[in-house]
């Protein structure tokens, strides 16, 4: 969202109550939040979670996705954003606290499924967020994380969304795993839309574009044609493909020993 105020400690944007409220909204009828959610789930229901698994979302924002984590177990949230978790603790879906992932406020081992979805691209050390993931994880927990791929692609959307980085292929499998993490699997989504974000990002950052992000680029109308390709992509990863391209990466870790 535009003209959100950045955190000094984790790059962030915090974003004000009307614009928490607008993102709210678009987390529930837009394309790309619906399709992401999709494919999230989707690999959690892959996985051999506990009975009642205790479930830290970290970076929860509006506590949208909280929610849709609560049958799995339950949930607890976190953000940087004193403002977002006012606004997901009114959904009345789980405990929600102000923290960043670099420093949670909980005890060794808490965790059964951590998820830490596009996040670790705005925080000054994703190395240190990792390891206190790790950290925070009981023995067999399990971590789901979500960044941007390609660091070819970096735009003006990537300065409006606050970010510090963009990932290649492996990268943040080898930094989980120098924390401790075992990767279970690794794929890209949203590849679809890869070669029209090519152009369009190669031709802001030519034209100097100011920063404002992608997802305020497609119109409304747009939302049910452009899920299909995701709704597709969920479809080959529940199969077990593994998609070798996208505009985001998809990477689901193991916590092979506990909180060591």
């Not at 830290?56 to 976190?78: E, K, N």
Request: hydrophobic letters at 45%; one cysteine or more.
């Amino acid at each position: 969202m535009e003209n959100a105020t950045t955190g000094r400690e984790s790059g962030i944007p915090l974003l004000d109550r009307e614009q928490i409220e607008r993102k709210a909204l678009l987390e529930e009828r837009h394309w790309w939040y619906r399709g992401r959610r999709r494919i999230v789930l989707d690999a959690i229901e892959r996985l051999a979670l506990p009975a009642g698994a205790r479930i830290l979302d970290a970076g929860c924002g509006s506590g949208a996705m909280l929610a849709h984590l609560r049958r799995f177990g339950s949930v607890t949230g976190i953000d940087v954003n004193a403002v977002a978790v006012e606004y997901a603790l009114g959904r009345g879906v789980g405990a929600v606290e102000v923290a960043g992932v670099e420093q949670l406020p909980f005890a060794d081992g808490e965790f059964d499924l951590l998820v830490c979805l596009d996040v670790l691209e705005h925080v000054s050390d994703d190395r240190r967020a990792l390891a206190e993931l790790r950290r925070a994880s009981a023995p067999g927990s399990f971590l789901i994380a979500t960044v941007p791929a390609y660091p070819a692609l970096w735009s003006p959307h990537d300065v409006a969304a606050g970010h510090r980085r963009r990932y290649r292929a492996g990268e943040l499998a080898a930094r989980a795993e120098s924390a401790g993490w075992r990767t279970v699997r690794e794929t890209g989504f949203n590849a679809f839309l890869l070669p029209l974000a090519v152009c369009t990002r190669r031709l802001a950052r030519i034209r100097r574009a100011r920063p404002r992000s992608d997802l305020l680029l497609t119109p409304r109308w747009l939302d049910p044609l452009l899920e299909l390709p995701l709704k597709a992509e969920a479809a080959a990863l529940r199969r077990g493909r593994e998609l070798g391209v996208g505009l985001s990466l998809l990477a689901v870790f193991e916590s092979p020993d506990g909180t060591g």
